[in-house]
């Protein structure tokens, strides 16, 4: 398994089944559509943002995982009260000044592979349509030694 994929799983591991921000009903994984009449639903966007050597035996990769939360308009008396809600959970979830939350468990790696959250912010809010989007940025790095194998 590419380890960007195993990154994606544990992201979405943690935002629906451990923390429970959202039920799988609404999160969008990427490359699939919207969760169909949801009033509220998480999409997720994950990819490399940069790939550096630290020596010859291994890289650090840094990761940017959006998370852009969607609420339909009309569907909540204050619908950017609802995203800022939904994505103060998300930030709590992977805070970096929670020594707790900081690690990102990569099941099946061995060799060394290590993630953690590097920072996160918000980004502008918009509305598109009928659904308001707040994008969350999580920026995670991975610790990659050329000897890693994926054994799950």
């Known amino acids: 398994m590419n380890i960007i994929e195993s990154l994606r799983y544990a992201m979405r591991a943690r935002i629906v ?15 699939r559509d919207a969760p169909p009449g949801a009033d509220c639903y998480i999409r997720e966007t994950v990819m490399e943002y940069s790939r550096e050597e630290d020596s010859q035996a291994s890289e650090l990769i840094t990761v940017l995982c959006e998370y852009d939360v969607f609420i339909r308009d009309k569907a909540f008396p204050n619908p950017m009260a609802k995203a800022s809600d939904i994505a103060s959970k998300l930030i709590a979830e992977f805070n970096v000044k929670d020594p707790a939350k900081v690690d990102v468990a990569l099941e099946g790696w061995t060799g060394g592979v290590s993630a953690s959250v590097a920072r996160y912010n918000y980004d502008s809010a918009s509305q598109e349509e009928e659904l ?15 000897t890693a194998k994926y054994k799950g």
Not at 132 to 137: A, K
Not at 138 to 144: H, K, T
């Open 17 to 31: 089944q451990q923390a429970g921000i959202v039920t799988q009903q609404e999160f969008q994984q990427e490359w």
């Open 132 to 146: 308001f989007r707040l994008p969350v940025l999580i920026y995670v790095e991975i610790f990659f030694p050329m």
